[in-house]
């Protein structure tokens, strides 16, 4: 899971619907005219993105394509969503995980929930 400045740039942005399209395959356009498409493997905070299989289409129409390929973030317009993912709960459950890590994070500095019935006996 990311860290620090990354969770939280995940947690109050869009990215975080983009770390639920992991294993989908989508097209993503660039900001000079280009596309990939193909599968994608991993999204970090910043939008970084790895895609395998992919598709690299210049805008004058060229295709390359490579095995993986790693996309900057700050390049990227825009991530075509596929039709089969319900937006609203790709982003709730996302939320919900990273709460539910800051909760087990807690619980641990604390000395968890065994720790605590232990003092209370």
Known sequence: MAA??????IE???VCLLTSLHGYKTTIELRNEDYIEGTIDHVDGFMN???SDAK???NSG??????KMVLVGEKIRYVH???E???????EQKLT??????NRKSERRKGGKRRQNMLKS
Not at 4 to 9: L, P
Not at 85 to 91: G, H, S
């Open 4 to 9: 620090g400045k990354e969770r939280a740039v």
């Open 12 to 14: 109050r942005s869009l």
């Open 49 to 51: 993105i790895t895609i």
């Open 56 to 58: 690299f289409v210049t």
């Open 62 to 67: 060229e295709e390359f394509h490579y095995s």
């Open 81 to 83: 969503i596929p039709d």
């Open 85 to 91: 993912i319900d937006m609203r709960q790709a982003i």
């Open 97 to 102: 995980s990273i709460e539910n890590s800051r």
